[in-house]
């Protein structure tokens, strides 16, 4: 065994105490020890809570829940995936992965963006709150029983902001560092006038083993299971077709109060589909159990399979309160012939949403409007003093009905070839120097104006045709071209691509999220969502003023304003969204009576259970 001199010994000792000295001064500077943080600091949950209310407590655990994605982030896709790393660019990551690891907090759904202890019990905050202290569960421990401690999560946090995804890179710009005073204590300063919301998504992210990456590239696309500390760990899997993730039996953090109730499912089970029909298929096979349906045309006319008419698949149709968000194509400025606006509002004008909507998705759905729809967020009408204190320095950068009425999407007749309509497309295109000759629409340059589609999946042809038929009807040759997932993401990442569609949503309190989709910086990332190029210093103070609000009212009247700015933009052609989530599944599961206001989906897997006995019946009706 080694041996210390009694020098060695006093250094030890005197460097203890200097480090004890230094965290006991560092308490001292900062506020209250709080069990969960907010963006405005109000927090629903006593310090003592039990249980989120949305939970059943008591939910019994076992059986498997089983799914095709509905959501993804980062390096995901909806149709395959050939690595087990999906926070970073490389690869298509693996739906679920973020069910293997441990944040720091955990978010209460029926709150706009509180978050509450989960790897670390608690947080301090300096005065300017730049800087915070959270200290960590002595019991936290990653799949292997190693402890989990303050090293890893700053380790975490270094190695997301130096090699992980665009998005999560440009979300980290504002944390300046993260750094372990010891095992327990963990210290994240920000930089001055860092926006809202990054302490919550610096709280929000994994936290990996820093022990497990001392002898890997954490940058690397993977099909090595990585060692996680979350309810689940990686079951059985084959890239590309599905993933199983098992609960973690004896998982510390099962009782804690933000977890109790949620994980129930002993196996949770990711299916890839590269076609949706081909989806719904294996849905009604019962080759998975659990389905929400986006497709009208599917939910009007194919759920009359056996297992429905005789009860074994329910159906239901649950409130959605959440910001809608946006959904539409989105036009890619980048390119010279997107460059003029009337180009990019001739394209919204060729669009008959409403014959499309009455025709091919059975009247389900409403016209959006705003990247708010669906929230108090969304403009609507002439703008506030408040709002008009905001615009006025823009006024000559931005157009003139940024002032007046916000922009709304024309009404068709519902024909399906609106000649007004079309005539006002025709114009604009005109005026901004797109001649017609011989039939043909012509860029300035002399060079037919042409349009591709980009899409992942064949789903959407009956949207795009209709459409396609009313841009030839102005002269412009427009095309759909479907490729395969990895195509699709790699062309997007490159921003090679004329129109696709794409979907997001804002959270309930937006803030730093905003810059990946809407900001300059993001527009020349690789990889980020500002799939339309938006390049605009007024969009960037704006977001920039709904970063910094200081309180509730003041970031709504700052969404309003850039709501204002972005619809006068005409980045895209809004499609549409619906208020309700309809989902079905295999009569083997219970669930809450109401999805928590703020939940992603309907809450399911992490919130519902298994019934055995409900699963029994379906046995015997085989």
């Not at 929000?204 to 990585?226: C, G, M, N, Q, V």
Request: with cysteine; net charge neutral; glycine share 6%.
């Amino acid at each position: 065994m080694a041996q210390l001199s009694r020098r060695h010994v006093l250094g030890l000792g005197l460097g203890a105490l200097t480090a004890a000295q230094s965290r006991r001064a560092f308490a001292e500077d900062f506020g209250p020890e709080a069990h969960g943080m907010s963006a405005f600091g109000d927090l629903k949950y006593p310090p003592d809570f039990h249980h989120f209310d949305y939970v059943n407590p008591t939910a019994p655990k076992g059986g498997l829940f089983s799914l095709i994605p509905s959501v993804r982030a980062y390096n995901q896709s909806y149709q395959t995936f050939s690595s087990l790393n999906a926070y970073i660019l490389k690869g298509e990551g693996a739906q679920g992965m973020d069910m293997t690891f441990a944040p720091l907090m955990a978010r209460a759904n029926d709150e706009p963006d509180a978050m509450y202890g989960l790897a670390a019990k608690s947080v301090r905050i300096s005065p300017d709150k730049l800087t915070y202290r959270f200290t960590m569960r002595p019991e936290a421990k990653f799949h292997d029983g190693s402890k989990l401690t303050a090293h890893d999560a700053a380790y975490s946090l270094t190695v997301l902001k130096e090699k992980g995804h665009p998005l999560i890179v440009v979300q980290l710009r504002d944390m300046v560092k993260a750094e372990a005073l010891d095992d327990a204590t963990l210290v994240v300063t920000f930089a001055a006038k860092r926006a809202r919301d990054v302490p919550l998504y610096v709280a929000s992210l994994p936290i990996f083993s820093k022990a497990y990456y001392a002898t890997r590239p954490f940058d690397e696309s993977t099909l090595d299971i990585p060692l996680g500390s979350g309810p689940y760990k990686v079951g059985k899997f084959e890239a590309n077709r599905y993933i199983e993730y098992e609960r973690v039996k004896d998982w510390w953090a099962a009782d804690l109060p933000v977890c109790r109730g949620s994980y129930n499912f002993d196996v949770v089970r990711y299916e890839f589909y590269r076609d949706r029909d081909v989806a719904f298929e294996g849905f009604s096979g019962k080759n998975y159990l659990y389905r929400e349906e986006f497709t009208a045309r599917i939910w009007a006319t194919r759920y009359d399979f056996p297992a429905v008419k005789d009860g074994r698949v329910k159906r239901e149709t649950l409130p959605d309160e959440t910001p809608s968000g946006a959904q539409g194509w989105f036009i890619n400025t980048r390119r010279d012939k997107f460059k003029d606006p009337r180009v990019r509002e001739a394209l919204i004008c060729a669009f008959d949403f409403e014959w499309t909507n009455k025709t091919i998705m059975y009247g389900a759905y409403a016209r959006t409007h705003s990247p708010f729809q669906n929230s108090d967020m969304m403009v609507n009408g002439p703008p506030s003093p408040e709002e008009l204190a905001l615009l006025e320095p823009f006024r000559g950068q931005v157009p003139e009905e940024v002032f007046g009425q916000p922009f709304v999407p024309p009404v068709s007749d519902g024909s399906g070839q609106d000649r007004t309509l079309l005539r006002k497309a025709s114009q604009l295109l005109s005026d901004a120097g797109l001649p017609v000759k011989d039939g043909k629409r012509l860029l300035p340059n002399g060079e037919v104006f042409r349009i591709e589609f980009l899409a992942d999946e064949p789903s959407l042809q009956p949207h795009h045709a209709p459409y396609i038929k009313n841009l030839g009807a102005l002269g412009i040759e427009a095309s759909l071209r479907i490729v395969d997932a990895v195509q699709y993401r790699a062309r997007l990442e490159d921003f090679d691509f004329d129109m696709t569609i794409e979907r997001f949503s804002m959270s309930a309190t937006p803030g730093d999220g905003m810059r990946p989709f809407f900001s300059s910086q993001s527009a020349k990332t690789k990889g980020s969502y500002n799939l339309a190029g938006i390049a605009s210093p007024a969009i960037d103070a704006l977001v920039d003023k709904i970063i910094g609000a200081e309180n509730r009212t003041d970031l709504t009247v700052a969404c309003r304003a850039f709501d204002r700015v972005f619809r006068a933009g005409r980045y895209w052609v809004p499609q549409w969204y619906r208020t309700s989530h309809p989902i079905a599944y295999w009569d083997q599961f219970a669930h809450p009576e109401k999805p928590p206001r703020y939940a992603s989906g309907v809450g399911a897997p992490d919130n519902w259970w298994y019934e055995p006995a409900k699963a029994a019946k379906l046995e015997q009706a085989k």
